[in-house]
C-alpha cells in the first residue's frame, strides 16, 4: 500500500526538475527540489512506496532523465497516469521506475488515498475496487523487471 | 502498401521492411551530446562497463547551454567534457560555436536519411533535412556509445498538408504554433509527424527547422520533411534517386491526414504556460510586457534576425523594454554582422548576446522575475523556464517579437 500524490494534465519536466537544480552533481542533491514549482512540500512528505497519480501527457518536455531518477530517488513506487509523454517514458524504464498506464484511477483517487498496484495482473486496488491497467510491451517488462537498461545491458554483456 | 516516410528511413536503416508498432534495433549514424547532460552520460558509460566509444566519429560533443558559464559549477561540465573528448580522441566538439541542434544540420554531421539520437528533446529538429532524429536521456545515451544500437519502436505518421499561399505577415513559427494549438500537447505522442505541400514546397530550409523543432511540443516523436534540392544544397549532397525515394508513397498509410489551407494562417502566439495555448496575436493585442527575446534553436537563425530587422529599421524598442537577441550559431552571427542585420538591431536597441542555449533554458543574461513578461522566439513558455514560476511567457515568431518590443505590448505586424 501507498498513498497517492494527485497531479494535472501535461505536468512537464520542468515542474518535475526545474533546469537551475540540473547542475547538482547527484541526484540525492537534487531530489528536495522535485514538483518545486507545483508543490512545495512534495519532496518531505512523499514515503518510500508512495505513488504519483497524473492525468494526461506526464512527462512531457526535456529529454531530462534527472525527472524520472528524482521520483525514483524519493521513493515513489510507480508513476501512474492516463498517459505519458515518449521519452519520459522511456527514461522511467530505462532506470528503473515503474509507469503504469491507466485510463480511470485518475478520476477516482484523492490526494492522501491508499492504494496497491499489482504490475504481473495489471491491477490496482483502491478502495474496494480493482482497475485494470496497462501492462507493459515485454521488451520494457524485461528492462524493468532487471532493474533498468544499466543491469539489462550488463546482463546482456 | 506504400510507406511513409519514417518507415522508409527506418526500413533504409534495418535493411529490411518495417511497418508501424514493429520494434527494431537501428544502428546510429550519429549522436549529439551536449554539456549539461555530460557528467551524467559519462558516469553512465563507466557504470555499464564500457571503455572505449563504438565510433569516435560519429560522436558530436557541443557546449551550448552553460556558454559561457554563468555559475562555477558550470565549469564543472566543461572539465568532464574536456577529459572524456581527450581520452576518447572525439573528432568533433565545439566548445562556443553555438547551439547543438543548430551545429549538427549547419556543420555538416547529419544528412538525410540518417539516424540520430541526442540527449535533448529538441533533437526532433534534423528531421527538417528528412533524418530521423529524436531526444534520449542519457542512460539511454551511453548505451549508444557502447554499442553504436538503440531500440526503437516504428511509430504512426500524422501527415500535414498545407497549400495555397500564406499571408505575408505569416511565418512557419506561426504554422508549427497553430499545428500544436490544434493537435494539443500530446495530440501527436509516440507519432510522426509528415509535412508536405506547396508551402512546406517553397520553404527554405531554417524555416523547416522551425517547425521541426516545435514538433516534440505536440509530443511527436520526428518530424520529417522530403528531401529536395534545397535540402541537398544546405546538406552539400547531390540530390540523388536513393534519396527522393526516401519521399512517402502516395498509397502510404496514416494514423491521421491534417489538409490546412494556407490563406487560414494568422499571426498566432502561445499563451503562458502552454505551448498549446494558441491564440491569434490580435487577441492578445495590447499586453504589456517587460522583454523580448529573438533567438533559440527555434529562431535564431539568419532569416529570423533579418525579418526582426526588417521590422525593426529606423525604430525603437519601447524605453521599459530589454530586447536581447542571441544568434543560433557563430556562422550565423558572422553573416548578420556582414551583412548589416546586427546593426539594425543594435541601433534599434538590441542587446547582442554570443550564440547559445541563452534565455531559452533559462540560465543566461535576461532571467526575469514574478509579474514580468516576456515575448520569446523559442519552443517553451513552461512555468518557471525563465526565471520564476511567476514569469509570464509569450511564444511567438521574430516577426511578432519585434514588433512587441517596439510596441511595448503584444503587437502583430500587418500583412
Redesign the interface.
Known sequence: MGKVFRFGKDVDTDQIIASQYLLYPTIDEMKAHTFESLDKGFSSRVNEGDFVVAAENFGCGSSREQAPAVLKALGVKAVIAKSFARIFFRNAINIGLPVIVCGELYDIVSDGDEIELDMDEGCIKTCGRDIACTKLPPKMQEILNQGGLIASLNREV | MGMTMIEKVVSRNVGKAVKPGD?VTVSVDRVMLDD??M??IVD?FR???FRDVWDPDKVVLIYDH?VPAT?V??T??YHVSDDFADEQGLPHVHRSDGICHQLMTEAGYVKPGDVVF????H?VTYGCVGAFS???????MA?IL??GEL?I?VPETIRININGTLPSNVTSKDIILTIIGKLR??GA??MALELAGDVVDGMSVASRMTIANMSVEC?A?CCLFAPDEKTAEYCGVELTDELRELRADSDASYAMTLELRAEDFVPVVACPS?V?AVKPAAEAAGTRIDQVFIGSCTNGRLEDLMLAAEVLKGRKVAPYVKLIVTPASRKVYLEALRNGTIDILAKAGAMITHPSCGLC???AGGILSDGERVVATNN?N????MGT?KVEIYLASPATAAESAVQGEIAWRKA
Do not use: V
Open positions: 520494434i549539461i547532460m557528467p551524467f553512465k557504470e555499464m562497463g552553460l555559475q559549477d558550470d564543472r561540465h541526442g540527449t535533448d528533446s533533437t529524436t531526444g534520449i536521456g542519457y542512460t539511454e548505451g557502447g554499442t531500440w519502436r500537447a500530446d505522442t509516440y509530443g516523436k502552454q498549446d533554458c533559462g540560465r517553451r513552461f512555468l518557471g523556464r514560476s
